[in-house]
């Protein structure tokens, strides 16, 4: 779960509000990665800015951005491994690398603009569905 401030659920719905609920109109316009902070600046796909300060800014602590590539298991894969001292095959998810070091020393361009995609549906996800079902509701 993405921890999201009053202040952000405003700005975020006032986004939804203008794209016409469509949201696949939100995009991300630009991004950095921090030790403590991935920052997302979001904006209207048919109303590009000139600046990234007409942009809205949305700050991710690294520890929940690390969390959210783990989940989504998009640092590992499915495969079969051999177990180190009974000499028999089992499929297990094999972890590429920690989460933060897969998105930034592993991942292909892609990969990176996959999960901040990920990340940015995840958010909405998440908004709509605390708004929908009501603020005292925790979705995990």
Request: aromatic fraction near 10%; charged fraction near 30%; include cysteine.
């Amino acid at each position: 779960m993405i921890k999201i401030s009053q202040k952000l659920k405003d700005k975020l719905w006032w986004l939804i509000i203008s794209v016409d609920y469509d949201y696949n109109r939100i995009t991300i316009a630009d991004h950095d990665l921090t030790e403590e902070t991935l920052t997302l600046w979001l904006e209207d796909k048919h109303d590009f800015k000139n600046t990234l300060d007409e942009c809205l800014q949305v700050d991710i602590p690294a520890k929940q951005f690390a969390k959210i590539i783990k989940e989504e298991q998009l640092n590992s894969y499915e495969g079969s491994q051999m177990h180190p001292t009974k000499n028999y095959v089992y499929k297990d998810r094999i972890e590429i690398n920690s989460p933060i070091r897969w998105y930034q020393d592993d991942a292909s361009l892609y990969e990176q603009q996959h999960t901040r995609d990920t990340v940015l549906r995840l958010l909405l996800t998440q908004l709509i569905e605390s708004q929908t079902l009501g603020d005292d509701m925790v979705l995990h």
